[in-house]
T-cell receptor, first 113, second 113 residues
Framework: KAGVTQTPRYLIKTRGQQVTLSCSPI?????VSWYQQTPGQGLQFLFE???????NKGNFPGRFSGRQFSNSRSEMNVSTLELGDSALYLCASADGAVDNEQFFGPGTRLTVL | GENVEQHPSTLSVQEGDSAVIKCTYSDSASNYFPWYKQELGKRPQLIID?????GEKKDQRIAVTLNKTAKHFSLHITETQPEDSAVYFC????????????FGTGTKLQVIP
């Protein structure tokens, strides 16, 4: 099976812009979670989608949003970018059952100037 | 929500020695505890996990122990090798399961040849 893929791998944006990141899960997986990884804050949970519905949400402002399509691919959007949004954004794919292994993608490195 | 504390933040050991990383969690309903290894520039990968119905699990040189009463779990790496050098993250899900996961802040392990 192909692993989790994320596009693009690198992005440079300026403050105030918006950005959309994409994640394709492992075939057959219906759960996609998004995380923000920064040196100071570690891995922080953004949200999780399962069968096109947001099932869980972390403590991020409304500027961070996401969606999932019928083929389980997921997108994450960040509007009105701030310098502090610079981070590695990781998505993780899982089969959706309770407490099962998550498989991470390679991440998208976002730099906000 | 879940709170996960991880110690130490950095750990240096001589090749061949053992390394121990400890995590505590707050949500007594948590029942699945994975450990991830993240090498520099790479994605986190699951190395071992434990569920609350067992107290210890081993996989070759890696073991995890769980004390549900005290709400802590530990990663043990024996006979460390230079390729064990990485950042290790513990994690715990929130009550209700699914994929809302709180990660520890990470331990940077350096194995000195």
């Amino acid at each position: 099976k192909a692993g989790v893929t994320q596009t693009p791998r690198y992005l440079i944006k300026t403050r105030g812009q918006q950005v959309t990141l994409s994640c394709s899960p492992i075939s057959g997986h219906r759960s996609v979670s998004w995380y923000q990884q920064t040196p100071g804050q570690g891995l922080q949970f953004l949200f999780e989608y399962f069968s096109e519905t947001q099932r869980n949400k972390g403590n991020f402002p409304g500027r961070f949003s996401g969606r999932q399509f019928s083929n389980s691919r997921s997108e994450m959007n960040v509007s009105t970018l701030e310098l502090g949004d610079s981070a590695l954004y990781l998505c993780a794919s899982a089969d959706g059952a309770v407490d099962n292994e998550q498989f991470f993608g390679p991440g998208t490195r976002l730099t906000v100037l | 929500g879940e709170n996960v504390e991880q110690h130490p933040s950095t750990l240096s050991v001589q090749e061949g020695d053992s390394a121990v990383i400890k995590c505590t969690y707050s949500d007594s309903a948590s029942n699945y505890f994975p450990w991830y290894k993240q090498e520099l520039g790479k994605r986190p990968q699951l190395i071992i996990d434990i569920r609350s119905n067992v107290g210890e699990k081993k996989d070759q040189r890696i073991a995890v122990t769980l004390n549900k009463t005290a709400k802590h779990f530990s990663l043990h790496i024996t006979e460390t090798q230079p390729e064990d050098s990485a950042v290790y993250f513990c994690a715990a899900p929130t009550s209700g399961g699914y994929q809302k996961v709180t990660f520890g802040t990470g331990t940077k392990l350096q194995v000195i040849p």
